[in-house]
Each structure stands twice: as C-alpha cells, then as structure tokens.
C-alpha cells in the first residue's frame, strides 16, 4: 500500500513529509540514494526518483507521533519544479504523438508578437493588457475609449466613472465632429 505523503523545498534542501501514525511501531526504514528515495513500514512502501540528485551524506529523516520527515539537502541551489522525475509515456503500437495544445498556441502566440511591428504590434500589446486585466480595468478601457472617440486609453476605473472622457487628438491636429 502507497503512503501519502508531501513536500517544500527552500534554497538548500527539499523536506518530503509521510503521513504515517506510529512509524517506529510499525518498522519503518529509508533508504536514500542520489536521486532516489524508498521509504517502508509495514506493508506500506513509498519509492521516489528524484527529479534532481542531492547530497546522501547531508539527509536524513526523524520518525514523529504521526508523519516522518525526510530532509534531503540538494547537490545545487536549483529550484525543483516537481519532486519526482515525470516518466515517459509508452506507446503503445502507435506513431501518433499526443500534441500538447497549450503548448502549441503559447508558441504561436510568441511568434505573432515577435513578427508585429507598428501599428499591429501596438493593438496586441492592448489585447494583452485587456485580456489579462479586471473587469474594472476592462470597463475603464472600453469607457474611455469609446466616449473620446479613440483618442484615450485609461485603466483607472475610479478617475473615468466620474465624468465622461473628453476627446484628446494627437498633438498637432483637432477634432471636429462628424457632419451628417
């Protein structure tokens, strides 16, 4: 039976935490290796392939009334994104691979912003701040823009819901008002 079990990590090592009330009554033991943690304890048993090598002669673990703590000190200052190493996925009689959407509209996005320029790359940077921001920030964008006829662009909420936005044209020209 698998154990459950947790973990942080800080600059100098990662501390994985098994859930286990009485350990000592129970005969637990931990082996630790280079990149490779096996905890058991009485028909239940824990094995980890560390995603990083660490230092074995700087671990150690310390049995508690209901967990065991398992301190390992990393080999580098590295931050660990996950504990274990990810293992690789099996085919199984198929030369399809499994495509990673996200992945691929993250990269597409990249390399439209990278090949905008001017004008284009201007209204993707808005999209962005539009898309990314609240929806007070959005409902200041829209008002501000659509009251000054497109020569204004505010994300502060409280200074556009007061009074109507004013047309302000670009240095250089004036605005006149469309004749019907």
Request: proline letters at 3%.
């Amino acid at each position: 039976m698998s154990m459950r079990f947790d973990w942080y990590q800080s600059e100098t090592k990662v501390v994985i935490t098994v859930l286990l009330k009485g350990a000592i009554e129970k005969n637990y033991a931990v082996k630790i290796e280079a990149q490779k943690v096996h905890m058991t304890a009485d028909g239940h048993e824990l094995l980890l392939h560390l995603l990083h090598p660490i230092v074995v002669e700087r671990s150690s673990h310390k049995a508690y009334a209901t967990k065991v703590e398992i301190t390992l000190a990393k080999e580098t200052g590295v931050r660990w994104e996950n504990l274990e190493q990810k293992a690789e996925p099996v085919q199984v009689l198929s030369t399809r691979q499994a495509k990673n959407w996200d992945r691929l509209v993250s990269e597409e996005e990249k390399i439209d912003e990278k090949e905008a320029k001017g004008e284009a790359a201007l209204n993707q940077l808005f999209k962005k701040i539009y898309s990314s921001s609240s929806p007070e920030v959005q409902k200041a964008m829209n008002k501000s823009f659509s009251e000054s006829g497109g020569t204004v662009l505010s994300t502060n909420w409280n200074e556009v819901c007061k009074e109507k936005v004013t047309v302000k044209p670009p240095e250089g020209t004036e605005f006149r008002e469309w004749e019907k």
